[in-house]
């Protein structure tokens, strides 16, 4: 492109930002960062917002940061890909944090900031709090929650080790619970040894999913763990029948 004499804009830019950071790539995403401070494209909220996004998914926060920090004019996908990035990497009070200090710069939350704000509340165990913001999504922001949120909530109930309460908010839900939520109770069934829900979970996503090997390997995992040899040798059975495949991940019984 530069041989043929022409000069990369902001989306450029951003496509090659975006590249580096799914790679990763951070000494190229830094060559790239150097050739777009040379213009004084930094300053554009597109293309600071993609090197947010790039440090951030190259495990680079502080870096993230410092670009997010001098941005003028942050639009909503800048506070998004940095309170993304932090969730992503474990670090929900700052995630939190961000999120703060975007509803007083009177930024609107879309449904993507909520996947980031209640995947920090279940990286530090704040039940309470992911429970507020599911509920702040609606009543104070007319986001529909999706499944996705639905599996983050899930999934800290079952952390917390209440499978039941995670089962009971899933019913409450007025969407269509998918594969993902199922098998996040699943998971923290196993994990908590609750037997009768895990069944039940199972069930959900066979009927979603029919060949579903990891299912049946969970599922005669638990039933295994319960001394329940008939039936762990039951499920091994069906699997066999199915010429199912146990997936990398899991280990049998």
């Known amino acids: 492109m530069l041989l043929q004499g022409f000069h990369p804009d902001i989306y450029t830019y951003s496509i090659l930002l975006s590249v580096c950071g799914d ?5 190229w995403g830094k060559q790239t960062h150097c050739c777009i401070i040379k213009p004084g494209l930094d300053s554009n909220v597109v293309v600071g917002s993609a090197l947010i ?12 940061r410092k670009v997010f920090n001098i941005l003028p004019g ?4 800048s506070w998004n890909v940095m309170i993304t990035g932090y969730a ?10 961000i999120y703060d200090l975007m509803l007083r710069n009177g930024v609107k939350p879309n449904d993507i900031t909520f996947i980031g704000i209640l995947s920090s509340c279940g990286h530090v165990g704040a039940l ?12 104070d922001f007319g986001v529909t929650p999706r499944p996705d949120h639905l599996a983050c909530i899930v999934s800290l109930y079952a952390r917390k080790g209440q499978t039941k309460g995670a089962y009971d908010f899933i019913r409450r839900f007025p969407g269509e619970p998918n594969k993902v939520v199922w098998r996040c109770l699943l998971s923290g069934c196993v994990t908590n040894k609750d037997l009768e829900l895990a069944v039940y979970a199972a069930e959900k996503i066979l009927s ?12 005669s995992n638990i039933y295994a763990d319960s001394n ?20 990398t991940g899991y280990s049998w019984a």
């Open 23 to 27: 790679l990763p790539a951070t000494e």
């Open 53 to 64: 996004d790039m440090y951030a998914k190259c495990g680079r926060l502080n870096d993230a």
């Open 74 to 77: 942050k639009n909503l996908v």
């Open 88 to 97: 992503q990497h474990g670090f929900g009070r700052e995630a939190l944090e």
């Open 128 to 139: 309470e709090e992911a429970l507020h913001h599911f509920g702040s999504m609606t009543n």
């Open 208 to 219: 979603i999913d029919p060949n579903d090997a990891s299912v049946h390997v969970m599922l």
């Open 228 to 247: 329940m040899w008939s039936e762990a040798s039951q499920v091994r059975k069906l699997m066999e029948g199915k010429t199912l495949r146990k997936e």
